[in-house]
């Protein structure tokens, strides 16, 4: 039997890309790479509604890595779309040579997305990843270049797909045709396209606090740029639950009194431990001094900041 593995971020496009090869009789196996931008859980639902193998990769590294200096450039906000797909796919390859699977895949369609899935890029992407022998973009397959797999028979190209374009008519009749239970957006979800969370990124890059677990920790919080470090104080109780899991960072409560949780990245100073409480406590009804506790077992006095002063600090928009 022929095996296929797939690129899938959960979207309806990887979905079809699937199907198209199901139809052929080829085993399919579903990939989602998780890091702190992009959710596994809806590659995971996807891949239960098509009812084949999946799988969460680890991919924290490797953008991680591309956010300080990725080769082909940076989309409309933090998104290195380029250079992420290609070490996308050398991942896959790797993964697919050693469990021997036949070729690897994706839902990308030519002229989706203007920058990248425009048929140049898709060919950088090819070139850069080092896969032009075994990566198959089913939706699109008849408008490219024959693969190594359709000319060797794994793949019958005729019953592959010609998709171009941002159109999505197409796709939803398929959607409807093969009864899927839920359709999802077409891909997407990627906070590094997102302008506010690039914002706050690009302010961790400067500070030099960029990894994976404070990218992670910056999704919550309003956010505060300290010296050389990065305060984070929650804005709401469900934000301060989320915090409060932090595996990155100083933790600070406000003890006796309700108020928001603050996070600390980077440089642990007596002045942005200060800074940081007096600014949690202005979000407090607190007139007067407050006692703040830490992860660390410290205990500090507090007291709050004139707002107007504090929002000198603010980076949240
Ligand atoms: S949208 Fe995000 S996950 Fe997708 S290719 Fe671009 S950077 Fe990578």
């Keep these: 039997m022929i095996r296929a593995l797939g690129a899938f971020s959960g979207g309806l496009d990887g979905m079809l890309a699937c199907r198209v090869l199901m139809d052929q009789d080829i085993y399919v196996e579903a990939v989602t790479f998780d890091s702190p931008f992009f959710d596994v859980r809806a590659g995971k639902k996807a891949a239960a509604v098509l009812d084949i193998p999946w799988r969460a990769v680890d991919f ?32 896959l390859k790797e993964i697919a040579r050693k469990e021997e699977f036949d070729f690897i895949f994706s839902g990308e369609v030519v002229g989706q997305r203007p920058m990248s899935q425009n048929r140049g890029s898709l060919n950088r992407v090819k070139n850069l990843s080092s896969t032009g022998d075994i990566l198959l973009r089913p939706l699109s397959a008849k408008i490219l270049d024959p693969t190594p797999m359709e000319t060797a028979g794994l793949v019958d190209r005729e019953r592959l797909l010609d998709l171009n ?153």
Excluded: W
């Excluded at 490797?62 to 990725?70: G, K, N, Q, S």
């Excluded at 797909?85 to 050398?90: C, G």
């Design 60 to 91: 924290t590294a490797d953008i991680v890595a591309l956010l300080f200096d990725p080769p082909s450039g940076f989309g409309k906000n933090m998104n290195p779309c380029i250079d992420c797909h290609a070490t996308m796919f050398k991942r």
């Design 165 to 317: 374009g941002r159109g999505r008519t197409r796709q939803l009749e398929m959607a409807r045709e093969y009864g899927f239970s839920r359709i999802p957006s077409p891909g997407g979800g990627c906070l590094l396209t997102d302008p506010g969370y690039s914002n706050r990124l690009g302010v961790l890059k400067e500070a030099g606090l960029l990894s994976g677990d404070n990218a992670r920790m910056i999704r919550f919080g309003r956010m505060f740029l300290l010296n050389g470090a990065v305060g984070l104080v929650g804005r709401s109780a469900a934000e301060n639950d989320k915090m409060l899991h932090a595996d990155t960072g100083i933790q600070l409560a406000i003890r006796d009194i309700p108020g928001p949780l603050g996070i600390l990245l980077g440089e642990k100073t007596e002045n942005n431990i200060t800074l940081l409480n007096a600014i949690m406590v202005s979000y407090t009804r607190a007139q007067e001094q407050v006692t703040v506790i830490s992860n660390q077992g410290e205990e500090f006095t507090a007291e709050r900041i004139d707002p107007s002063e504090r929002d000198k600090y603010s980076i949240t928009l």
